[in-house]
């Protein structure tokens, strides 16, 4: 009677060889696992703003409230802009805030202007 082995052998077949086939599933799981902790780390230091309102106090400044997300102790840094009716830039300010232990902070800040502005707005917040 003739084996499996010997009929591999007549007709040139190979056998099946895991090694490849665990070497992709490692290289696999690797890429998730990177990909996975670097958007998580990512988002650890994420931070969030959201406009609270503005007070246009004269033809050269406003005051904005807003409010910003940020890790716990970390300092933060804010773009903030003012606006006039064509959506034109007519003044802007960064400004920074020193780590708290508060999750999420209130502030309120004053952007000089070029001209009168009709709003102001957080343009972005990061990790300073």
Not at 55 to 60: A, G, K, L, M, P
């Amino acid at each position: 009677m003739t084996t499996a082995r010997e009929l591999d052998e007549r007709y040139g077949r190979k056998g099946r060889r895991p090694l490849p086939w665990i070497i992709g599933g490692v290289l696999a799981v690797a890429v998730i696992v990177f990909f996975g902790w670097t958007t998580v780390a990512k988002q650890m230091n994420a931070v969030d703003a959201a406009d609270l309102g503005f007070t246009v106090v004269d033809t050269h400044s406003v005051d904005l409230r807003f409010q910003f997300t940020a890790p716990r102790g970390a300092d933060v840094a804010c773009a903030v802009e003012a606006l006039d009716v064509e959506f034109g830039v007519v003044g802007w300010k960064i400004v920074e805030f020193s780590g708290n232990e508060s999750h999420t902070q209130g502030v309120q800040v004053s952007i000089p202007t070029v001209a009168e502005a009709t709003t102001g707005l957080v343009k972005s917040c990061w990790v300073a």
